[in-house]
C-alpha cells in the first residue's frame, strides 16, 4: 500500500497523463493538472521538480503503456500479424476517442521541438523498444517505421477532424494499409 505522499504523487500524474493525451505536454498548467487532481498548486513542488519534469514522467509512463499493450500480444505471432492487431486497436474509433487513455503523440509530436531534449531522447526510446516488438528481420525494419508513422499520423489526422464519417474513413484507411 502506499502512503499519503504517494499516493497524492500518483493522483497528480495522473491528472498529467490525461492532460498529455487531451492537450499535449506543452499547453496544461502545474494549475490545470492538480485542479484536475483536485488538489492546490501548494503543493506540487514537494511532488516535483517542475512542470518539465512532471510532464515527462507522464508521457514517459504513457509510451509504456502502449508498449505493454503490444507486449500483451501472442509472440509466436508474426511482425506484420502484431502490427496488424496494433493497428486494428490504434485506429479505432474508441481509441482516438479515449480522453483519459491512448496515445500522447498526437497531441505531443508537434511540441517536441518547444520542449526540454529528454522529451525527444523519451521519444526516439520509445520508437527503438517498439521497433523490437514489431520486426522479425533488419529487413522489416522501414515496413515497420513506415507503419509506425501511419498509425500516429492518421490518428492525429482523425482527433483533428472529430468523431465524423471523414474521421472515420481516416482510420479504415490506414488500418487497410497495414498490411
Same mark, same amino acid.
Given at each position: 500500500?502506499?502512503?499519503?505522499?504517494?499516493?497524492?504523487?500518483?493522483?497528480?500524474?495522473?491528472?498529467?497523463?490525461?492532460?498529455?493525451?487531451?492537450?499535449?505536454?506543452?499547453?496544461?498548467?502545474?494549475?490545470?493538472?492538480?485542479?484536475?487532481?483536485?488538489?492546490?498548486?501548494? =503543493?506540487?513542488?514537494?511532488?516535483?521538480?517542475?512542470?518539465?519534469?512532471?510532464?515527462? +514522467?507522464?508521457? #514517459?509512463?504513457?509510451?509504456?503503456?502502449?508498449?505493454?499493450?503490444?507486449?500483451? !500480444?501472442?509472440?509466436?505471432?508474426?511482425?506484420?500479424? #502484431?502490427?496488424?492487431?496494433?493497428?486494428?486497436?490504434?485506429?479505432? #474509433?474508441?481509441? #482516438?476517442?479515449?480522453?483519459?487513455? =491512448?496515445? $500522447?503523440?498526437?497531441?505531443?509530436? =508537434?511540441?517536441?521541438?518547444?520542449?526540454?531534449?529528454?522529451?525527444?531522447?523519451?521519444?526516439? +526510446?520509445?520508437?527503438?523498444?517498439?521497433?523490437?516488438?514489431? !520486426?522479425?528481420? $533488419?529487413?522489416?525494419?522501414?515496413?515497420?517505421?513506415?507503419?509506425?508513422?501511419?498509425?500516429?499520423?492518421?490518428?492525429?489526422?482523425?482527433?483533428?477532424?472529430?468523431? =465524423?464519417?471523414?474521421?472515420?474513413? !481516416?482510420?479504415?484507411?490506414?488500418?487497410?494499409?497495414? !498490411?
Amino acid at each position: 500500500m502506499l502512503d499519503k505522499k504517494a499516493q497524492t504523487r500518483d493522483r497528480i500524474l495522473q491528472a498529467a497523463r490525461a492532460a498529455v493525451i487531451q492537450r499535449g505536454p506543452l499547453d496544461p498548467s502545474v494549475n490545470d493538472v492538480m485542479g484536475a487532481a483536485g488538489l492546490t498548486v501548494g =503543493g506540487f513542488y514537494s511532488h516535483f521538480e517542475n512542470k518539465d519534469a512532471l510532464m515527462l +514522467e507522464a508521457f #514517459r509512463q504513457l509510451l509504456g503503456q502502449r508498449r505493454n499493450l503490444l507486449e500483451a !500480444v501472442d509472440p509466436a505471432l508474426k511482425a506484420q500479424e #502484431r502490427r496488424q492487431l496494433m493497428a486494428r486497436y490504434y485506429l479505432s #474509433r474508441k481509441h #482516438r476517442d479515449a480522453t483519459d487513455s =491512448g496515445c $500522447p503523440l498526437p497531441t505531443s509530436l =508537434g511540441e517536441l521541438s518547444r520542449l526540454p531534449e529528454a522529451f525527444h531522447q523519451a521519444l526516439v +526510446e520509445h520508437i527503438e523498444l517498439l521497433m523490437t516488438q514489431l !520486426v522479425d528481420s $533488419p529487413q522489416e525494419g522501414d515496413k515497420a517505421l513506415a507503419d509506425i508513422a501511419l498509425m500516429v499520423g492518421a490518428l492525429a489526422l482523425a482527433k483533428a477532424l472529430g468523431t =465524423g464519417e471523414l474521421s472515420d474513413r !481516416v482510420l479504415q484507411a490506414a488500418k487497410a494499409a497495414v !498490411v
